[in-house]
């Protein structure tokens, strides 16, 4: 089944997504991982994509899209995917849903995680993630067991560039200009789900997972 996982920034979409691919056994496929993947390697996609994620705004649809249906042919995708940070415009969901229904496949359901602007300041402001395998953590609610040491695969866990203050600030502001519209598009279309993500993570994965099952 293909999935979506919708929110803001810092609502909790890559926190949740381990439990999501446990229930119904998608491929976890988050644009931001891939985008930070080639930084990592100093691709040309990477240095391209820095400029828009450094400045908190969004990486060009045509390059995005690109990129998410390249992989959605691989294998390991045909079975179903969680998208995690995609669509968040909605020509992205537009060229997502077309892609699917001529590979006659479908949105299962988009699981939406409602949390206000506030709570996701603080989250993400604390937020460190391994720079290895991209598991995320919180300085106080989530840290990893050992300071700074990935619990997943013993990386180094760090603060994202992005993770700013200034940068924050941008970035939920392109989430209301540009992605909340992705929200109306999706409730016309595919079954959605909204589950309150301002409780412990073990409650909201409870929510998150009855809802793929
Ligand atoms: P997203 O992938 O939606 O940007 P993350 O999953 O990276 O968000 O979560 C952002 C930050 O908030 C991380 O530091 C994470 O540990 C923390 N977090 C996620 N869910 C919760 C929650 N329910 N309560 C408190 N902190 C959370
Ligand atoms: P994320 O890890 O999902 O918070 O994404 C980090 C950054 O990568 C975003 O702030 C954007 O600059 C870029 N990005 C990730 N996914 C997308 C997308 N679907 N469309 C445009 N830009 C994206």
Redesign the pocket.
């Known amino acids: 089944m293909d999935v979506i996982l919708f ?10 997504a381990s439990a999501v691919v446990d229930a119904c056994g998608a491929l976890h496929l988050s644009t ?1 991982d891939i985008f930070r993947k080639h930084l990592r390697e100093g691709t040309e996609l990477g240095l391209l994509a820095k400029k828009f994620m450094a400045g908190g705004g969004l990486v060009p649809d045509d390059v995005v899209v690109r990129i998410v249906t390249s992989r959605l042919g691989d294998e390991d995708a045909k079975s179903g995917v969680l998208f ?2 995609f669509p968040r415009t909605v020509r992205q969901a537009e060229l997502l849903v077309d892609w699917l229904v001529a590979n006659g496949r479908e949105v299962g359901v988009a699981v939406n ?1 409602v949390v206000a602007d506030e709570v996701v300041v603080g ?2 402001s ?4 391994c720079s290895s395998c991209g598991a ?3 300085v106080d ?2 840290p990893p067991a050992v300071v700074d040491v990935c619990d997943r695969c013993g990386g180094p866990v760090v603060q994202r560039d992005d993770d700013s203050v200034e940068t924050v600030k941008k970035r939920i502001e392109a989430y209301h200009a540009q992605t909340a519209p992705v929200l109306d598009w999706l409730r016309e279309r595919v079954p959605v789900v909204d589950v309150d ?5 073990a409650d ?1 994965r409870n929510d998150v997972v009855a809802a793929v099952s």
């Open positions: 929110g803001p920034p810092g609502a909790g979409k890559g926190t949740q931001g995690d940070g995680l989250r993400l604390g937020r460190r993630t995320t953590y919180h609610h989530n993500a301002d409780r412990p993570i909201v």
